[in-house]
C-alpha cells in the first residue's frame, strides 16, 4: 500500500455507509503496526470532522486501541501535528451531559495513555 494513499482511508470514515466505514477502520486497525502508515494516517486533517461523527465513535476507539499497542504510536498520536490528541481533549471537555463525546474522549486519551 502506497502510504502517501493510506490518508484517503480515513475520509472513508465518513462514508454513509456503515459497511464502508467498517472496512475502512478495519483496514486502518490492520496495518497500525506500521509506523509510516499511522504517521501518514495522522497527519490527516479530517480528525476533527471524524471525531464528531457520533456513528464513528466505536470504530475511533478501536484503532485508538490499537494504535496505542506499539511502541512509538503515543508519540505518533501526540504530535500537535496530528490534531488527534487536541480533538479527544475536546471531547472530553464536553463533560458528562454529552456522554457519548465525553466517553470517546476518555478512551481514547486513556487508551494513547495520555494521562
Known amino acids: 500500500m502506497d502510504f502517501k494513499e493510506s490518508v484517503h482511508l480515513t ?10 466505514m467498517r472496512c475502512a477502520g478495519s483496514i486502518i486497525t490492520h496495518f497500525a503496526a506500521n509506523s509510516k502508515f499511522r504517521a501518514q494516517i495522522l497527519t490527516s486533517n479530517v ?9 464513528v465513535f466505536p470504530i475511533i476507539e478501536e484503532i485508538l486501541r490499537e494504535f496505542a499497542k506499539y511502541q512509538g504510536a503515543q508519540q505518533q498520536c501526540t504530535d500537535p501535528i496530528s490534531g488527534l490528541v487536541h480533538e479527544l481533549l475536546n471531547m472530553l471537555r464536553a463533560g458528562p451531559s454529552n456522554f457519548d463525546r465525553w466517553q470517546v474522549g ?7 495513555q495520555v494521562f
Do not use: D
Not at 47 to 55: A, E, F
Not at 106 to 112: I, P, T, V
Open 47 to 55: 480528525w476533527s470532522t471524524i471525531l464528531n461523527l457520533p456513528h
Open 11 to 20: 475520509t472513508l470514515l465518513l462514508s454513509p455507509k456503515p459497511a464502508v
Open 106 to 112: 476518555l478512551k481514547g486519551l486513556l487508551a494513547l
